[in-house]
């Protein structure tokens, strides 16, 4: 499991990891591109995220309420002189809202160079996946408002749900 994916000492631009998409050999020399993602857990369903879209993941940091501001928005982190929004996606994906756990992490997203930091009940695992499972059939994803589903992927008996952060950037309007 990933604890803490920088360190305080880091450069504040420095990122989750700096592996692209590349072709892997297989068996016979046959490449294969594959996409490398960030797998995290939000009530008991499975998504991911690339890792080009997370910068870190950090633990249980005091989070600021702020008054007055939309009901998904649950206050501001102070991230090395940064002052950074934290937003809880459960409510965007209308999911059921759940207590944040000793596993509950905040993933510090960039998007349109605007950093934003979102709650999630766990990290599972940074994973590459063969771009070839990917799937653009969204119906199955068990989530009314599918403009926030990029793809999915057929994972571990289940299904993995990749995320549109371009959509769930506009949809929190910061």
């Given at each position: 499991m990933?604890?803490?994916?920088?360190?305080?000492?880091?450069?504040?631009?420095?990122?989750?990891?700096?592996?692209?998409?590349?072709?892997?050999?297989?068996?016979?020399?046959?490449?294969q591109e594959t996409i490398q993602l960030c797998i995290f857990e939000l009530s008991d369903?499975?998504?991911?995220?690339?890792?080009?879209?997370?910068?870190?993941?950090?633990?249980?940091?005091?989070?600021?309420?702020?008054?007055?501001?939309p009901h998904f928005l649950r206050g501001v982190m102070n991230l090395r002189g940064d002052i950074v929004p934290i937003v809880d996606i459960r409510e965007i994906l209308q999911l059921p809202i759940k207590e944040r756990t000793l596993?509950?992490?905040?993933?510090?997203?960039?998007?349109?160079?605007?950093?934003?930091?979102?709650?999630?009940?766990?990290?599972?695992?940074?994973r590459q996946i063969a771009k070839e499972v990917v799937q653009a059939d969204t119906a199955q994803a068990g989530i009314t408002d599918r403009r926030f589903i990029s793809n999915i992927i057929q994972y571990n008996n289940g299904l993995l749900i990749l995320l549109d952060v371009n959509s769930l950037y506009a949809a929190v309007q910061l």
């Open positions: 990933i604890e803490r994916m920088m360190m305080p000492n880091m450069p504040q631009d420095a990122t989750l990891t700096h592996i692209h998409d590349t072709p892997q050999e297989n068996e016979g020399d046959i490449q369903q499975l998504f991911g995220l690339s890792i080009f879209e997370v910068q870190e993941i950090l633990e249980d940091i005091e989070i600021s309420p702020v008054p007055t501001t596993d509950s992490r905040i993933m510090i997203l960039t998007i349109k160079q605007v950093r934003l930091g979102i709650l999630v009940d766990a990290i599972k695992e940074v």
